[in-house]
């Protein structure tokens, strides 16, 4: 099962309600909606950064659950994600890779 780093942040220019009650009946949902990936497993870790429009969460599964997963807050937020590589797993294709090279250069 692949992990992803998604990086989020507010849209500035996504139809944000002005009205507070409006604005926090949409926060509202959004919060449901991420409670939701969690409860279900596929979002692992949730979290804001200080400046309190942008943040990061961890992810399981595929990549089609992830593009889902990023387009249920689509306009009201911007993702950048990035599938993670296990360090262990990293390290044993780099080793292997060198390798390689070092026998290739022989």
Same mark, same amino acid.
């Given at each position: 099962m692949a992990r992803f780093l998604v990086l989020w942040r507010r849209n500035p220019v996504a139809p944000w309600p002005t009205d507070p009650v409006e604005y926090l009946k949409l926060q509202e949902r959004i919060w449901a909606g =991420?409670?939701? !990936?969690? @409860? @279900? $497993?596929e979002v692992k870790e949730f979290g804001l950064f200080l400046d309190g429009i942008s943040g990061y969460a961890i992810g399981e599964g595929d990549s089609a659950t992830a593009f889902k997963n990023v387009s249920m807050f689509v306009p009201y937020f911007e993702s950048e994600v990035h599938e993670i590589i296990d360090y262990e797993k990293a390290k044993e =294709? !780099?080793? $292997?890779l060198m390798k390689a090279r070092a026998e290739a250069a022989k």
């Open positions: =991420i409670d939701n !990936l969690m @409860k @279900k $497993g =294709i !780099l080793r $292997g």
